[in-house]
């Protein structure tokens, strides 16, 4: 059963940066194409960055692309989003997710259960 577990959450301050970690069991991650979501509180779900199974390419769906960087270690099944320059706007709940076929969204088929970044101002 393969299984998605999200980490590096937590309360931090406009302007500091962030690492999420998702860690992935049952499968190899090499598997799979990557990609992390977000949901802010009373808005949809919303993708932020997709990553190709070995790492050579990937895709942005931010405004501001240039404060996230999406990377994949298949060594050790992880795949990480940086946020630099954390704003308040980016408060929401991560999500970490996979598919064998693709990163778009009905090609994702495993979930984590998220991980919640609060960003004070």
């Known amino acids: 059963q393969v299984q998605l577990v999200e980490s590096g959450g937590g309360l931090v301050q406009a302007g500091d940066s962030l690492t999420l970690s998702c860690a992935v069991s049952?499968?190899?991650?090499?598997?799979?194409?990557m990609a992390w979501y977000r949901q802010a509180p009373g808005k949809e779900r919303e993708p932020v960055a997709s990553i190709s199974w070995s790492g050579h390419a990937t895709d942005y769906r931010v405004t501001d692309t240039g404060r996230f960087t999406i990377s994949r270690d298949n060594d050790k099944n992880m795949v990480y989003l940086q946020i630099d320059n954390l704003k308040p706007e980016d408060t929401a709940r991560y999500y970490c997710?996979?598919?064998?076929?693709?990163?778009?969204?009905?090609?994702?088929?495993?979930w984590g259960q998220g991980t919640l970044v609060t960003v004070s101002s």
């Open positions: 049952g499968r190899t991650i090499s598997d799979f194409a």
């Open positions: 997710a996979a598919g064998s076929a693709g990163w778009d969204l009905h090609e994702l088929e495993y």
